[in-house]
């Protein structure tokens, strides 16, 4: 497609329950990230692969949290036993950054809501 | 530390008005980049502009411009003969010199704009 496509669009999860949420990123794009963003918050940094490889997860919040991109293209996020302050928009980012550029601009998917009753 | 604040939670305007909406940053680094994205109610949010660290020259796209200040750390952003449709929530972010590239993003201006 010609954007970044996530799916599903909205997610209500039973606390406890296992979720995954999955991104596509822009076809031919090495870089894609995950970002959380909470109700009347900014977007913040989840984790970072460039193609297949995991270079970055500062940012997942616990160990319930698992993201992978095993092909270097579509990437999973799944976060086990769901908790209340889960709940939240989780966008998928591209680009086509590689090691020694900076500043590339990153498209956005239009997020997964996810709510954890 | 790097961070990034917008000190206005909602604007609200009457469509053709101005309206500036703030950001202003921390970074000890001497290389990064600034960006401005919009987010509509359907969520998405959409690329506006980028500037990097060592261009402070202020740029219009139509109506919209934006003044970089280094000395203050502001990158602040105007929309002129501001429209309904401009209505959303705005980030300002910012990114680091580093292999990641990850964004750092304000907590975003609510905008409306009233017919």
């Known amino acids: 497609g010609a954007g970044v496509s996530q799916s599903p669009r909205y997610k209500v999860a039973k606390r406890g329950q296992d979720v995954a949420l999955r991104c596509d990123p822009i076809?031919?794009?090495?870089?894609l990230f995950w970002y959380q963003q909470a109700l009347g918050q900014g977007p913040e940094f989840l984790t970072y692969?460039?193609?297949?490889?995991?270079?970055?997860k500062s940012g997942l919040p616990s160990d319930r949290f698992f993201a992978e991109r095993p092909e270097g293209s579509v990437s999973t996020l799944k976060i086990q036993r769901t908790q209340q302050e889960d709940s939240a928009v989780y966008l998928c980012a591209s680009s086509s950054y590689d090691r020694g550029k900076i500043g590339t601009e990153a498209f956005f998917g239009q997020g997964t809501r996810l709510t954890v009753v | 530390a790097q961070k990034v604040t917008q000190a206005q939670t909602e604007i609200s305007v009457v469509e053709k008005e101005d309206v500036t909406l703030d950001c202003v940053y921390e970074?000890?680094?001497?290389?990064?980049?600034l960006f401005w994205y919009k987010q509509p109610p359907s969520g998405e949010l959409v690329f506006l502009i980028r500037?990097?660290?060592?261009?402070?020259q202020n740029e219009i796209s139509g109506r919209y411009s934006w003044n970089f200040q280094k000395s203050t750390s502001s990158f602040n952003f105007t929309i002129t003969a501001s429209q309904v449709v401009d209505s959303a929530v705005y980030f300002c972010?910012?990114?680091?010199?580093?292999?990641?590239?990850?964004?750092?993003f304000g907590t975003g201006t609510l905008l409306a704009v009233q017919p």
């Open positions: 972010a910012l990114s680091e010199w580093g292999a990641t590239n990850k964004l750092i």
């Open positions: 076809s031919g794009h090495v870089s």
């Open positions: 970074t000890r680094d001497t290389t990064y980049y």
């Open positions: 692969f460039q193609n297949e490889a995991q270079l970055d």
């Open positions: 500037r990097n660290s060592f261009d402070e």
